[in-house]
Protein backbone atom coordinates (compact mmCIF):
# COMPACT_ATOMS: atom_id res chain seq x y z
CA UNK A 1 0.00 0.00 0.00
CA UNK A 2 1.10 3.93 -0.68
CA UNK A 3 -0.48 6.59 1.40
CA UNK A 4 -0.39 10.12 -0.06
CA UNK A 5 -1.33 13.08 2.23
CA UNK A 6 -3.74 15.21 0.05
CA UNK A 7 -4.66 17.77 3.27
CA UNK A 8 -3.16 17.95 6.44
CA UNK A 9 -5.37 20.27 8.38
CA UNK A 10 -8.40 20.74 10.55
CA UNK A 11 -11.19 22.44 11.20
CA UNK A 12 -9.79 24.72 8.29
CA UNK A 13 -6.66 24.82 5.92
CA UNK A 14 -3.54 26.80 6.38
CA UNK A 15 -3.54 29.83 2.88
CA UNK A 16 -2.70 26.95 -0.07
CA UNK A 17 -3.24 23.97 1.62
CA UNK A 18 -6.45 21.41 2.33
CA UNK A 19 -8.15 19.64 5.08
CA UNK A 20 -8.03 16.04 5.68
CA UNK A 21 -7.58 13.87 2.98
CA UNK A 22 -5.46 10.60 2.41
CA UNK A 23 -5.01 8.76 -0.54
CA UNK A 24 -4.05 4.98 -0.48
CA UNK A 25 -3.29 2.83 -3.71
CA UNK A 26 -2.55 -0.67 -4.05
CA UNK A 27 -2.80 -2.78 -7.15
CA UNK A 28 -4.14 -0.13 -9.68
CA UNK A 29 -6.77 0.97 -6.79
CA UNK A 30 -7.03 4.24 -4.99
CA UNK A 31 -9.15 5.17 -1.62
CA UNK A 32 -9.80 8.19 -0.61
CA UNK A 33 -9.83 8.23 3.20
CA UNK A 34 -11.97 11.89 4.00
CA UNK A 35 -12.68 14.64 1.04
CA UNK A 36 -12.43 17.82 3.79
CA UNK A 37 -12.04 21.27 1.18
CA UNK A 38 -9.68 21.79 -0.97
CA UNK A 39 -8.86 17.75 -1.53
CA UNK A 40 -10.38 17.37 -4.74
CA UNK A 41 -8.72 20.47 -6.42
CA UNK A 42 -5.50 18.69 -4.67
CA UNK A 43 -6.22 15.04 -5.71
CA UNK A 44 -6.55 16.24 -9.10
CA UNK A 45 -3.50 18.56 -9.86
CA UNK A 46 -1.92 15.45 -9.14
CA UNK A 47 -3.11 13.85 -12.15
CA UNK A 48 -5.12 11.49 -10.17
CA UNK A 49 -8.66 10.99 -11.95
CA UNK A 50 -12.01 10.88 -10.28
CA UNK A 51 -13.08 8.19 -12.30
CA UNK A 52 -10.27 6.31 -11.03
CA UNK A 53 -11.26 5.96 -7.41
CA UNK A 54 -12.46 2.55 -6.30
CA UNK A 55 -13.94 3.92 -2.85
CA UNK A 56 -14.47 7.22 -0.74
CA UNK A 57 -14.41 6.53 3.39
CA UNK A 58 -15.63 9.25 4.68
CA UNK A 59 -14.91 9.60 8.87
CA UNK A 60 -17.48 11.70 9.65
CA UNK A 61 -19.92 14.42 8.65
CA UNK A 62 -17.96 17.32 9.66
CA UNK A 63 -17.02 19.97 6.76
CA UNK A 64 -13.52 19.77 7.04
CA UNK A 65 -13.29 15.95 6.51
CA UNK A 66 -16.35 16.30 3.45
CA UNK A 67 -17.35 19.56 1.90
CA UNK A 68 -15.43 18.43 -1.26
CA UNK A 69 -17.71 15.25 -1.56
CA UNK A 70 -20.50 18.03 -2.21
CA UNK A 71 -18.16 19.36 -5.02
CA UNK A 72 -16.92 15.97 -6.79
CA UNK A 73 -20.86 14.78 -7.00
CA UNK A 74 -21.17 17.51 -9.88
CA UNK A 75 -17.87 16.10 -11.57
CA UNK A 76 -18.94 12.29 -11.29
CA UNK A 77 -22.60 13.85 -12.27
CA UNK A 78 -21.58 14.77 -15.54
CA UNK A 79 -19.29 11.70 -16.21
CA UNK A 80 -22.36 9.75 -15.58
CA UNK A 81 -24.08 11.91 -18.38
CA UNK A 82 -21.05 11.15 -20.39
CA UNK A 83 -20.74 7.74 -19.80
CA UNK A 84 -17.07 8.18 -18.61
CA UNK A 85 -18.07 6.17 -15.93
CA UNK A 86 -20.81 3.51 -15.89
CA UNK A 87 -22.04 3.89 -11.80
CA UNK A 88 -21.86 5.72 -9.02
CA UNK A 89 -18.65 5.68 -6.91
CA UNK A 90 -18.73 3.84 -3.30
CA UNK A 91 -18.56 6.15 -0.35
CA UNK A 92 -18.77 4.53 3.01
CA UNK A 93 -19.60 7.59 5.92
CA UNK A 94 -22.09 7.83 8.63
CA UNK A 95 -25.62 7.81 8.44
CA UNK A 96 -25.72 11.52 11.39
CA UNK A 97 -25.75 14.12 10.79
CA UNK A 98 -28.61 13.65 8.88
CA UNK A 99 -28.57 16.58 6.87
CA UNK A 100 -25.26 16.08 5.79
CA UNK A 101 -26.10 12.28 4.88
CA UNK A 102 -28.92 13.63 2.63
CA UNK A 103 -26.88 15.90 0.78
CA UNK A 104 -24.41 13.14 -0.29
CA UNK A 105 -27.46 10.98 -1.68
CA UNK A 106 -27.62 13.16 -4.86
CA UNK A 107 -28.47 12.00 -8.27
CA UNK A 108 -26.93 8.68 -8.05
CA UNK A 109 -23.30 9.87 -8.43
CA UNK A 110 -22.56 7.64 -5.27
CA UNK A 111 -23.31 4.16 -4.19
CA UNK A 112 -23.63 5.41 -0.58
CA UNK A 113 -22.86 2.68 2.05
CA UNK A 114 -23.47 3.09 6.15
CA UNK A 115 -20.65 2.53 8.39
CA UNK A 116 -21.72 0.56 11.99
CA UNK A 117 -19.03 0.51 14.69
CA UNK A 118 -17.01 -2.75 14.46
CA UNK A 119 -17.97 -3.41 10.59
CA UNK A 120 -15.66 -5.12 8.54
CA UNK A 121 -15.85 -4.93 4.90
CA UNK A 122 -13.60 -6.20 1.81
CA UNK A 123 -12.39 -3.86 -0.59
CA UNK A 124 -10.49 -5.07 -3.42
CA UNK A 125 -8.48 -7.31 -1.42
CA UNK A 126 -8.40 -4.57 1.56
CA UNK A 127 -9.54 -5.80 4.82
CA UNK A 128 -11.16 -2.34 6.55
CA UNK A 129 -13.05 -2.20 10.06
CA UNK A 130 -14.24 0.36 11.52
CA UNK A 131 -14.37 1.71 14.79
CA UNK A 132 -16.70 4.90 16.06
CA UNK A 133 -14.48 7.65 18.18
CA UNK A 134 -15.16 9.59 20.38
CA UNK A 135 -16.32 12.98 18.67
CA UNK A 136 -19.35 14.84 19.41
CA UNK A 137 -20.65 13.54 15.89
CA UNK A 138 -20.60 9.98 14.57
CA UNK A 139 -16.63 9.18 13.68
CA UNK A 140 -15.36 6.07 12.74
CA UNK A 141 -11.63 5.36 12.37
CA UNK A 142 -10.59 3.22 9.97
CA UNK A 143 -8.19 -0.06 10.05
CA UNK A 144 -6.61 -1.50 7.03
CA UNK A 145 -4.93 -4.93 6.99
CA UNK A 146 -3.31 -5.46 3.39
CA UNK A 147 -0.51 -8.64 3.10
CA UNK A 148 0.44 -8.66 6.55
CA UNK A 149 0.86 -4.76 7.21
CA UNK A 150 -2.00 -2.87 9.44
CA UNK A 151 -2.68 0.63 8.59
CA UNK A 152 -5.04 3.32 10.88
CA UNK A 153 -6.56 6.06 10.23
CA UNK A 154 -8.14 7.43 13.30
CA UNK A 155 -10.09 10.11 11.94
CA UNK A 156 -11.06 13.18 14.61
CA UNK A 157 -11.27 11.93 17.98
CA UNK A 158 -10.80 12.49 21.68
CA UNK A 159 -9.27 9.95 24.09
CA UNK A 160 -10.98 6.93 24.97
CA UNK A 161 -9.24 3.63 26.22
CA UNK A 162 -10.35 1.32 23.85
CA UNK A 163 -8.12 3.14 20.80
CA UNK A 164 -5.11 0.96 22.59
CA UNK A 165 -5.93 -1.95 21.52
CA UNK A 166 -7.89 -1.34 18.35
CA UNK A 167 -4.20 0.31 17.29
CA UNK A 168 -2.01 -1.97 18.90
CA UNK A 169 0.96 -3.15 16.41
CA UNK A 170 0.10 -0.72 13.55
CA UNK A 171 2.95 -0.57 10.73
CA UNK A 172 1.77 2.94 10.34
CA UNK A 173 -0.78 4.77 12.20
CA UNK A 174 -2.06 8.18 10.69
CA UNK A 175 -3.82 9.74 13.59
CA UNK A 176 -5.32 13.75 14.75
CA UNK A 177 -3.22 15.13 16.95
CA UNK A 178 -1.98 18.77 15.61
CA UNK A 179 -2.71 21.13 18.95
CA UNK A 180 -0.70 21.33 21.27
CA UNK A 181 -1.98 19.80 24.91
CA UNK A 182 -1.66 23.21 26.27
CA UNK A 183 -4.41 23.98 23.44
CA UNK A 184 -6.50 21.56 25.13
CA UNK A 185 -9.56 22.23 27.48
CA UNK A 186 -11.47 19.56 28.92
CA UNK A 187 -14.16 19.27 26.07
CA UNK A 188 -11.83 19.73 23.04
CA UNK A 189 -12.65 16.41 21.05
CA UNK A 190 -9.42 16.09 19.80
CA UNK A 191 -6.08 14.38 20.72
CA UNK A 192 -2.95 17.09 21.34
CA UNK A 193 0.28 15.27 20.01
CA UNK A 194 1.15 14.28 23.29
CA UNK A 195 -1.69 12.32 23.46
CA UNK A 196 -1.36 10.74 20.59
CA UNK A 197 2.39 10.00 20.91
CA UNK A 198 1.62 8.28 24.23
CA UNK A 199 -1.28 6.27 22.21
CA UNK A 200 1.63 5.17 19.52
CA UNK A 201 4.03 4.39 22.32
CA UNK A 202 2.28 1.97 24.32
CA UNK A 203 0.32 0.37 21.48
CA UNK A 204 3.68 -0.68 19.73
CA UNK A 205 2.69 1.40 16.69
CA UNK A 206 6.21 1.83 14.23
CA UNK A 207 5.54 4.78 12.56
CA UNK A 208 3.26 7.29 13.72
CA UNK A 209 2.40 10.02 11.04
CA UNK A 210 0.39 13.22 13.19
CA UNK A 211 -2.03 15.04 10.81
CA UNK A 212 -5.29 17.38 11.47
CA UNK A 213 -3.07 19.84 11.63
CA UNK A 214 -3.99 23.56 13.29
CA UNK A 215 -3.01 26.07 10.59
CA UNK A 216 -1.88 28.37 13.68
CA UNK A 217 0.56 26.07 15.36
CA UNK A 218 4.11 25.51 14.40
CA UNK A 219 5.42 22.20 12.91
CA UNK A 220 8.05 22.10 15.02
CA UNK A 221 6.52 22.32 17.96
CA UNK A 222 3.79 19.64 17.03
CA UNK A 223 6.89 17.29 16.77
CA UNK A 224 8.76 18.87 19.82
CA UNK A 225 6.40 17.78 21.52
CA UNK A 226 5.33 14.26 20.34
CA UNK A 227 9.11 13.20 20.32
CA UNK A 228 9.08 13.33 23.95
CA UNK A 229 6.21 10.57 24.24
CA UNK A 230 6.38 8.41 21.40
CA UNK A 231 10.12 6.92 20.42
CA UNK A 232 9.14 5.34 16.90
CA UNK A 233 9.48 6.57 13.96
CA UNK A 234 7.53 10.18 14.00
CA UNK A 235 6.69 12.41 11.04
CA UNK A 236 4.15 14.96 10.84
CA UNK A 237 1.16 15.04 7.70
CA UNK A 238 3.11 16.81 4.73
CA UNK A 239 1.15 17.50 1.93
CA UNK A 240 2.18 15.87 -1.63
CA UNK A 241 4.30 13.39 0.06
CA UNK A 242 3.68 9.73 0.01
CA UNK A 243 5.00 6.94 2.43
CA UNK A 244 5.07 3.27 1.71
CA UNK A 245 3.13 1.27 4.06
ZN1 LIG B 1 -11.83 17.65 11.78
ZN1 LIG C 1 -14.69 16.55 13.47
Redesign the pocket.
Known amino acids: MKLTIIGAY ?2 YPKAGGA ?2 GYLIEWEGNKLLLDLGNGVLSKYLSLGHKAQDLTGIIISHL ?1 A ?2 MSDLLVLRYLLQIQLMNKTIKKGIPVYCPSTPTKFYNEINYKNVYEVNTITDKQEISLNGLNITFHKTNHPVECYLTSIKYKGKKFVYTG ?1 TAYFKEIENIVDQSDMLLC ?1 GGILDSQKTSTTPHLSSKEAAQIAQVSNVKSLILT ?1 IYPENDIEDIFKEAKNYYSGNLKIATENTSYDI
Open positions: GPCSHDHDEH
